[in-house]
């Protein structure tokens, strides 16, 4: 018997569901390969929920748990929260328990947990990064979460595809942030909801894993259920390099499948973005706003401080400094991403700089680590959302744009064009 | 089960961190419910009474998959929201939790201060003064689950039973 064409999300949902295939629109149960929490929406609010229903998690080999949020500890109320984390994984026996280690986002694909084909969901809005692995990952809270954990299923709708086709590859000092960015001003959310972003082309073909974790991070900003890409031997260099295999699950979709729309990105034409507060779909061209004052410049976050977004801001900061009335705050996403680039020089070249180096987890852009803004303030950030209040006082002002613009703006002391500092 | 209150209006994209400040996430959920939407509307928290009905444009609950969002609505009171589209995390922790949330095309029309009984399973959201506003009807098993007070207080009673 044939099948109609499906595109990649439907196989995965379908294969989850034990169906041959699934339509757009379509509600199905599906039973979930890999459910993730971390510090602030996991283990502190099911295990209540879990105790009061009496219930048992299903599979915990197919748990994950990151502290992330309140990491390190800053005053008696995180350090509790943390120290029931560790407690839980621990009685649970949820073997994959990283503490302290870096972001969710980050420290799962780190550990090759997200192989092409997985069905994942993932206590955190920003899940949606693990579809950079050909997976559908999708964010939840806490009560759904305590449905996976109990059952191991979960019910969904199908998504309608619509596809982001970047042309040709992307100009010198222009990253894939900038094409979020760029999006969320451009593309109206309400089409997105209930959509799955898929981001293919060229351009997306040559990125790298870091650069394409970008692109599905922000899928979130860009009002989608979830972000995907097919994988290929980019994906699977990536897997091979931590040392594991690509898994069993994965698939492709048929290229004849039909998909709600396609919206085509002119890569080449594209100049660096920033998103004025307090919304990242505020974006417009960087050179709309050269000269806007900032008073802290912050790389960190899922979406900003993986190593390539380290180097990124390198390629600025060499041979510069930071201006004498500017902080940047450096957070790089994982400790292992701290290493590598202590490793190759990056550290060195950002910290000579005067870049401040903090602890690796959430920290300022979820409005919990150091870093956090008073009245007034304005920063630019590497992070993916600028919501008043978010990184602080809800008097201060957060701009969004990618590692390259970030660092330039902590050079001049105000938002300017990087593309000017990278000879 | 209707919802018949006073609406408090607001705009497009109320998001999670205007709902559910994160300064607050470490400390109990009543303290973090003080200071919902206080960002953009001070006295909200004081003003929300027991049944009152948020509206608003589109995205409502856009950013991050704290419950919290919800269940700070939840504890100043408030018995529904209508919004022209909701952020699909946020949609799912509201029911999850027990708060009806509906999409209503026209939720941007309803002036603040307006008295409003809304029905859920119809679809319908009629104001005092007459005007009927139509929106997507929550089903009904859906709606056992909201009326029960959400997913948990479900399981229990239907465990019970």
């Given at each position: 018997m044939t099948h109609p064409p499906q595109t990649l999300t439907q196989k995965i949902l379908a294969r989850a569901a034990g169906r041959d295939t699934v339509r757009p629109g379509e509600i199905v149960t599906v039973s979930v390969d890999l459910a993730m929490m971390h510090d602030s929406g996991g283990p502190r609010r099911v295990k209540p929920m879990l105790e009061r229903l009496g219930a048992q998690v299903w599979d915990p080999e197919k748990v994950v748990v990151v502290s992330d949020h309140f990491v390190p500890a800053v005053d008696v109320d995180s350090a509790q929260i943390l120290d029931l984390t560790r407690k839980w994984a621990r009685e649970t026996q949820v073997r994959r328990f990283f503490d302290m280690k870096g972001i969710c986002h980050v420290v799962l694909p780190e550990n090759g947990l997200i192989q092409p084909g997985m069905m994942a969901v993932g206590g955190d809005s920003h899940s949606c990064t693990g579809g950079a692995w050909g997976a559908v990952m999708v964010g939840v809270g806490a009560t759904d979460m305590l449905g996976v954990l109990v059952t191991g299923e979960i019910w969904l709708r199908v998504p309608s595809t619509v596809r982001f086709t970047c042309q040709g590859s992307l100009p010198p000092g222009v990253s894939a942030k900038d094409i979020m960015l760029h999006l969320c001003a451009t593309v109206d959310p309400v089409s997105m909801n209930y959509r799955v972003a898929e981001y293919a082309g060229p351009a997306v073909e040559a990125m790298e894993m870091s650069e394409r974790m970008t692109l599905c991070n922000m899928s979130a900003e860009?009002?989608?259920?979830?972000?995907?890409?097919?994988?290929?031997?980019?994906?699977?260099?990536?897997?091979?390099?931590?040392?594991?295999?690509?898994?069993?699950?994965?698939?492709?979709?048929?290229?004849?499948?039909?998909?709600?729309?396609?919206?085509?990105?002119?890569?080449?034409?594209?100049?660096?973005?920033?998103?004025?507060?307090?919304?990242?779909?505020?974006?417009?061209?960087?050179?709309?706003?050269?000269?806007?004052?900032?008073?802290?410049?912050?790389?960190?976050a899922c979406t900003g401080a993986k190593l390539n977004d380290l180097h990124m801001a390198a390629k600025v900061l060499k041979g510069r400094r930071v201006a004498d009335d500017v902080r940047l705050l450096l957070a790089p996403a994982s400790t292992k991403i701290t290493a590598e680039a202590a490793r190759d020089g990056t550290l060195e070249i950002l910290t000579e700089a005067g870049a401040i180096l903090l602890p690796s987890g959430c920290g300022a852009c979820a409005g919990m680590g150091a870093g956090i803004l008073a009245d007034g303030e304005v920063c630019i950030a590497s992070t993916s959302r600028n919501f008043q209040g978010r990184m602080g006082s809800s008097k201060a002002e957060v701009w969004l744009a990618s590692p390259y613009t970030v660092a330039a703006a902590a050079v001049t002391g105000a938002i300017a064009d990087p593309r000017e500092m990278l000879a | 089960m209707k919802i018949d209150g006073t609406t408090h209006a607001f705009g497009d994209r109320i998001d999670t961190d205007l709902l559910s400040p994160?300064?607050?996430?470490?400390?109990?959920?009543?303290?973090?419910?003080?200071?919902?939407?206080?960002?953009?509307?001070?006295?909200?928290?004081?003003?929300?009474?027991?049944?009152?009905?948020?509206?608003?444009?589109?995205?409502?609950?856009?950013?991050?998959?704290?419950?919290?969002?919800?269940?700070?609505?939840?504890?100043?009171?408030?018995?529904?929201?209508?919004?022209?589209?909701?952020?699909?995390?946020?949609?799912?922790?509201?029911?999850?939790?027990?708060?009806?949330?509906?999409?209503?095309?026209?939720?941007?029309?309803?002036?603040?201060?307006?008295?409003?009984v809304v029905d859920p399973l119809a679809g319908t959201a009629t104001e005092a003064g007459g005007r009927v506003h139509s929106c997507e009807p929550i089903p009904e098993r859906l709606?056992?689950?909201?009326?029960?007070?959400?997913?948990?207080?479900?399981?229990?009673?239907?465990?019970?039973?």
């Open positions: 860009l009002g989608a259920k979830t972000g995907i890409i097919a994988p290929d031997a980019t994906t699977h260099d990536w897997l091979a390099q931590v040392g594991a295999g690509v898994g069993d699950l994965e698939v492709l979709g048929d290229p004849e499948a039909e998909i709600e729309r396609e919206v085509v990105i002119d890569t080449p034409a594209l100049a660096p973005q920033v998103a004025a507060p307090h919304s990242p779909a505020n974006t417009h061209a960087v050179t709309d706003s050269l000269g806007t004052r900032v008073t802290q410049a912050y790389i960190g | 994160g300064a607050y996430m470490k400390g109990p959920i009543e303290e973090m419910a003080k200071h919902c939407l206080e960002a953009i509307d001070p006295e909200f928290p004081a003003r929300s009474q027991l049944g009152d009905i948020v509206t608003a444009g589109f995205e409502f609950g856009t950013g991050s998959s704290r419950e919290q969002a919800a269940s700070c609505l939840l504890l100043n009171g408030i018995g529904c929201v209508l919004a022209r589209s909701f952020a699909r995390i946020f949609y799912r922790n509201a029911l999850n939790l027990g708060l009806p949330v509906l999409v209503c095309p026209t939720a941007h029309e309803i002036p603040a201060g307006t008295r409003l709606m056992q689950m909201v009326a029960a007070g959400g997913l948990i207080p479900f399981l229990e009673q239907t465990r019970t039973q």
